[in-house]
């Protein structure tokens, strides 16, 4: 079974400006997750989509950040414009249907500096 | 607000050793239990998830959950380097897929 697959795997860039990355979930995994850990911290959750529709997006800062899941497939969070306290690595995790309870599976991660 | 409290190590122990991994929770309503294994520059990776009081066990692994005290904790026997890593425990908020996780214990096996 193939994993979850993100990209890009890192990105450098200037504070003010945009930057999108990709995730695609283990097939047949309804409910995909986006995370972002800031060095030296644990993972937190920024939304939750189960197929296309968003269930969870209590802490994503909207006034910069948007993700989408079109097709309840590929997944893609967007950052514009980009601060300082955005560097961090972004995590997409996905799990089957009501099987959220039992763990998730992250892919390898973006790794964002903004400088 | 919702914690997931764990020291941050590091935490050393010698090779073949057992290594004693806690973790403290806040909301009495989680329902399941996880502890994740992130060497550094890497993803973390589910090695165990527990939801009920007691001790679950898988290889060298054991997870032990105690719900009145609000506490998880991680055994690992016969410790081995390629064991050192940071290990983050989570829970899930109630009745959601949402985990909330520590901020990690960095674990050492010296050789």
């Known amino acids: 079974e193939a994993g979850v697959a993100q990209s890009p795997r890192y990105k450098i860039i200037e504070k003010r400006q945009s930057v999108a990355f990709w995730c695609n979930p283990i097939s047949g995994h309804a409910t995909l997750y986006w995370y972002q850990q800031i060095l030296g911290q644990g993972p937190k959750l920024l939304i939750q989509?189960?197929?296309?529709?968003?269930?969870?997006d209590s802490q994503l800062p909207k006034d910069r950040f948007s993700a989408e899941r079109l097709k309840g497939v590929d997944s893609t969070l967007k950052i514009q414009p980009a601060k300082l306290e955005d560097s961090a690595v972004y995590l997409c995790?996905?799990?089957?249907?009501?099987?959220?309870?039992?763990?998730?599976?992250f892919g390898s991660g973006t790794r964002l500096t903004v400088v | 607000q919702k914690e997931v409290e764990q020291n941050s190590g590091p935490l050393s122990v010698p090779e073949g050793a057992i290594a004693s991994l806690n973790c403290t929770y806040s909301d009495r309503g989680s329902q399941s239990f996880f502890w994740y294994r992130q060497y550094s520059g890497k993803s973390p990776e589910l090695i165990m998830f527990?939801?009920?009081?007691g001790d679950k066990e898988d290889g060298r692994f054991t997870a032990q959950l105690n719900k009145a005290s609000q506490y998880v904790s991680l055994l690992i026997r016969d410790s081995q380097p390629s064991d050192s890593a940071t290990y983050l425990c989570a829970v899930n908020i109630r009745g959601t897929y949402k985990y909330i996780f520590g901020t990690g214990t960095r674990l050492k096996v010296l050789a």
């Open positions: 527990i939801y009920s009081n």
């Open positions: 989509f189960q197929n296309n529709g968003v269930v969870d």
């Open positions: 995790a996905s799990s089957p249907p009501g099987a959220g309870y039992y763990g998730y599976t």
